[in-house]
Nanobody, 123 residues
Framework: QVQLVESGGGLVQAGGSLRLSCAASGRTFSSYDMGWFRQAPGKEREFVAAVSRSAGNTFHADSVKGRFTISRDNAKNTVYLQMNSLLPAATAVYYC????????????????WGQGPPVPVSS
C-alpha cells in the first residue's frame, strides 16, 4: 500500500484560495489513480476530484467545477488540489486517497487514505 500525507490545510476567508498537497510514499505512485474527498460536519464523505495515473484524465464534482483543480506530479509523488473562490459551504475535512485504475468518483475503490486536514472557510 501507499502512505499518504496531506498538507496545506487551514483557515481561509470566503473568496480566498488554498492549495492542498498530498505526498505519497511506498509503492509506485504512478500506478495509482488519485482522488480528493471531503467530509463536512454532520455530513457524509463526498467525492471532490480525481486524476488518472498518467494525469491524462481528470474528474471534478459538479459542485467544484470551475473553482477547484486537481493535478499530480509523478516525479514528486504528489497530488494537488487547487481551490479558488472558496465558499463557506466548502468547510470540511479534505482527504487524499489512492485507488485502483478507473477509481474516479468511486469511493469504495480507494484503498489508501490520508489523515485529512481541516479546511475551515470563514464568511
Amino acid at each position: 500500500q501507499v502512505q499518504l500525507v496531506e498538507s496545506g490545510g487551514g483557515l481561509v476567508q470566503a473568496g480566498g484560495s488554498l492549495r492542498l498537497s498530498c505526498a505519497a510514499s511506498g509503492r509506485t505512485f504512478s500506478s495509482y489513480d488519485m482522488g480528493w474527498f471531503r467530509q463536512a460536519p454532520g455530513k457524509e464523505r463526498e467525492f471532490v476530484a480525481a486524476v488518472s495515473r498518467s494525469a491524462g484524465n481528470t474528474f471534478h464534482a459538479d459542485s467544484v467545477k470551475g473553482r477547484f483543480t486537481i493535478s499530480r506530479d509523478n516525479a514528486k509523488n504528489t497530488v494537488y488540489l487547487q481551490m479558488n473562490s472558496l465558499l463557506p459551504a466548502a468547510t470540511a475535512v479534505y482527504y487524499c486517497a489512492a485507488g485502483l485504475r478507473g477509481s474516479a468518483f468511486r469511493m469504495s475503490l480507494y484503498a489508501s487514505w490520508g489523515q485529512g486536514p481541516p479546511v475551515p472557510v470563514s464568511s
